[in-house]
């Protein structure tokens, strides 16, 4: 198995509860809710994406098998400590992140998270999941480290989620032309739903990849 990969780079994760860990982002090519081209964004399920996941012309993009991406990680960790954090995500990572990856790269002692849109059920053993729910879909992964909410949402709330068994749950504002406004509007939920915390896309405000 190969798999397809955007591109992959180090530095510190910038969102949720793992702000400021150093990782190794692993971004996969391909989302099952949108195509990645612009000229589909209209009709896709996901349509206000902000990562570009298409292809693997990215930094250090290609096509890998298991050991060639341990090895591509390895040589670009910079961290002080033994254990390597990787961050797996997208696009969707869970269509191509499989057992195989996962067992591999924890009988290598790695540290293990993953961002995903919680539609596809995920292998044994990650260490962090992350589900960013979206609507018009149906989230498999109930359970996990950290609820990401993009807020605000037309006919989509947060509410109905506190009910999955996740640690965390957070609000990030949807990063637009309102960012600003979104930001406020996050800002108040929390204000008013203490389940919910606020979650800055802090690699953005630093000007960090
Ligand atoms: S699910 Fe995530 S990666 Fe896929 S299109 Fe939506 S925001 Fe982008």
């Not at 793992?18 to 996969?28: D, E, K, L």
């Not at 997208?90 to 269509?95: C, F, S, V």
């Not at 292998?123 to 149906?138: A, E, F, L, M, R």
């Not at 990063?175 to 896309?201: G, P, V, Y």
């Amino acid at each position: 198995m190969k798999y397809k990969i955007k591109e992959i780079f180090f530095t510190q994760q910038g969102e949720g509860k793992n702000t400021g860990m150093n990782s190794v982002f692993i971004r996969f090519t391909g989302c099952n809710l949108w195509s990645g081209k612009e000229k589909n964004r209209g009709n896709a399920i996901c349509n206000f994406c902000d990562t570009d996941f298409y292809g693997t012309d990215g930094v250090n993009g290609g096509s890998y098998t298991k050991e060639e991406l341990l090895e591509k990680v390895k040589s670009i960790w910079m961290g002080e400590s033994k254990r390597i954090n990787v961050v797996l995500t997208g696009g969707e990572p869970l269509l191509q992140a499989d057992q195989k990856l996962i067992n591999y790269l924890k009988e290598n002692n790695f540290y293990i998270a993953i961002e995903t849109n919680g539609t596809i059920e995920p292998p044994i053993g990650i260490d962090w999941i992350c589900v960013s729910p979206k609507p018009n879909t149906k989230i498999k992964i109930t359970e996990g480290d950290e609820l990401k909410f993009i807020y605000p949402q037309p006919n989509f709330k947060p509410e109905p989620f506190e009910k999955l068994s996740f640690k965390h749950f957070y609000i990030q504002p949807m990063d637009s032309e309102k960012l600003d406004s979104n930001t406020n509007r996050s800002i108040k939920f929390c204000m008013k739903n203490a389940n919910w915390k606020i979650s800055l896309q802090s690699h953005k405000i630093l000007g960090i990849q």
